[in-house]
T-cell receptor
Framework: DSGVTQTPKHLITATGQRVTLRCSPR?????VYWYQQSLDQGLQFLIQ???????AKGNILERFSAQQFPDLHSELNLSSLELGDSALYFC????????????FGSGTRLTVV | TQLLEQSPQFLSIQEGENLTVYCNSS?????LQWYRQEPGEGPVLLVT?????EVKKLKRLTFQFGDARKDSSLHITAAQPGDTGLYLC????????????FGKGTKLSVKP
């Protein structure tokens, strides 16, 4: 157990739908990062939150949004889902800047049918 | 184009063999990290290197950061089936907004 909790572990949904992925960071970590992993693209950085504030954005589509709550858990919202959104979505956390490494959760496998 | 290029993409060896995987970039990294990922799990941090020329050892694994901080290598001595997995290098550089950028990984299979 890494200390980073992601739910649900698996999600199957239809095109056009909206889903919410949830992440609880490791105790004491203030930064939360979301990554998408697909076979052809590898791990792609989506977005980072630090202590409730958005800190950096990567290759996140406009159909996707995220937030970090006062208790530091984070949610990634994916809407108007397309087949190509099928992937593993990982949450990671770090104490601050992440220069000492990230702790990853086990991921949510999203399948859009 | 991928900022961090890893090679080889796939590697299949017998137990007891040595191997080296590489991570190369044209950018300078302030921090370079290696992770290992098993199927159905998230990546797990193996090591962080920050100083050019730095060498770190973790049991049978040796990590080296290039002098110019643009490349890194991971050497495994006497590989074991338990070393099987996806090895990912990741780095923080000036343009990454402080976030980790990952290579696509080297998929290692060690056969008994």
């Amino acid at each position: 157990d890494s200390g980073v909790t992601q739910t649900p572990k698996h999600l199957i949904t239809a095109t056009g739908q909206r889903v919410t992925l949830r992440c609880s960071p490791r105790s004491g970590d203030l930064s939360v990062y979301w990554y998408q992993q697909s076979l052809d693209q590898g791990l792609q950085f989506l977005i980072q939150y630090y202590n409730g504030e958005e800190r950096a954005k990567g290759n996140i589509l406009e159909r996707f949004s995220a937030q970090q709550f006062p208790d530091l858990h984070s949610e990634l919202n994916l809407s108007s889902l397309e087949l190509g959104d099928s992937a593993l979505y990982f949450c990671a956390s770090s104490a601050d800047t992440g220069g000492d490494g990230y702790t990853f959760g086990s991921g949510t496998r999203l399948t859009v049918v | 184009t991928q900022l961090l290029e890893q090679s080889p993409q796939f590697l299949s060896i017998q137990e007891g063999e040595n191997l080296t995987v590489y991570c190369n970039s044209s950018s300078v990294f302030s921090s370079l990290q290696w992770y290992r990922q098993e199927p159905g799990e998230g990546p797990v941090l193996l090591v962080t290197v920050v100083t050019g020329g730095e060498v770190k050892k973790l049991k049978r694994l040796t990590f080296q950061f290039g002098d110019a901080r643009k490349d890194s290598s991971l050497h495994i001595t006497a590989a074991q089936p338990g070393d099987t997995g996806l090895y990912l290098c990741a780095g923080i550089y000036g343009g990454s907004q402080g976030n980790l950028i990952f290579g696509k990984g080297t998929k290692l299979s060690v056969k008994p």
